[in-house]
């Protein structure tokens, strides 16, 4: 695969932090690459951020990774409830709907669900309270074993749910990397974390993602995204595997720190993911 000028991706992003960069710790962090891993432009791929959604990636594989081994079922129903154990000491918490996208799992509290409907709202929807019952479900250890097939560095951690208020004051924090996400969306995409049907599976779910506002929305309608964002106050991020039409697979990664409004950042993201496309199509 040929790339033309990839430039415009690093001055993009340098505008942006230019304009809105209120301190050292503000970054704009990017990983363009191959399927296979390999990187044609890095910028600060290596920084921590706050994985906000972005940790459900890894969620999503390790269930189905369960599911193929026999551990778990992701067909069986499991109760839906508001009511979670803390990954610190144990203690009791529970999620606030108003800071949730997923209405429908809401209605379901106190009935139940099938754990792959659950597991699909986490990404599709990004639906917090499906990630922490399937988190319940799946388990922490099962996504590090993920992080750790995939060849993450010990920068991305991922050891507590959503709103655990108790362990992020404890220091257990999700952080990720742009690198990092990348290589366990190339793993998924190259089908070398699990095997090839499976992987698929997850893609499947990957590319009925409803959020589309970020790198999807920079590249020419109806081209195929299978993509997971993430964003929470300052923090914006998106993890994209695009497959054009006439030319190879790759994986874009941006993530960003920086105190503007979501849309800003997604604006962004848009921008990078347009200049990307431009990039590959020279």
């Given amino acids: 695969m040929g790339w033309g000028d ?8 340098s505008a942006f932090l230019d304009q809105y960069a209120s301190g050292d710790a503000d970054r704009v962090s990017v990983w363009l690459g191959a399927t296979s891993g390999q ?24 269930a189905y990774r369960r599911h193929e081994r026999g551990e778990i079922d992701l067909d069986a129903p499991v109760p839906v409830r508001n009511e979670f154990r803390s990954a610190a000491d144990g203690s009791s918490f529970s999620l606030s709907q108003d800071q949730d996208q997923d209405d429908d799992t809401w209605a379901l509290v106190g009935s139940t669900a099938p754990l792959r409907d659950l597991v ?10 499906a990630t922490n019952i399937a988190l319940e479900h799946v388990g922490t250890a099962e996504v590090a074993a993920v992080l750790a097939a995939s060849g993450c560095s010990s920068d991305t951690v ?47 779910v990957l590319a009925q993602q409803e ?13 195929y995204v299978a993509n997971k964002t993430g964003w929470v106050e300052g ?33 962004l993201i848009a921008d990078v993911g347009r200049a990307a496309w431009e990039a ?3």
């Avoid at 990839?6 to 992003?13: F, K």
């Avoid at 749910?161 to 742009?178: C, F, P, Q, S």
């Fill in 6 to 13: 990839v430039n415009e991706i690093d001055a993009i992003s």
């Fill in 39 to 62: 990187p044609w432009y890095v910028r600060d791929d290596h920084v921590r951020h706050y994985a906000a959604s972005t940790m459900k990636l890894p969620l999503l594989i390790a």
């Fill in 120 to 129: 699909r709202h986490a990404i599709v929807k990004s639906g917090n309270l």
């Fill in 158 to 204: 991922l050891p507590r749910g959503i709103e655990d208020a108790v362990a992020r004051r404890a220091g257990m924090d999700n952080l990720v990397t742009a690198r990092d996400l990348a290589v366990v969306m190339a793993g998924v995409a190259d089908r070398r974390l699990g095997p090839p049907p499976m992987c698929a599976d997850v893609e499947s």
């Fill in 211 to 223: 959020h589309r506002d970020k790198v999807a929305a920079g590249l020419p309608a109806g081209t």
């Fill in 235 to 267: 923090v914006a991020h998106d993890v994209a595997l695009v497959r054009p039409v006439d030319s190879d697979p790759f994986v874009l990664v941006v993530c960003t720190t920086v105190a503007v409004p979501d849309e800003v950042a997604s604006a």
């Fill in 280 to 282: 590959n199509a020279r």
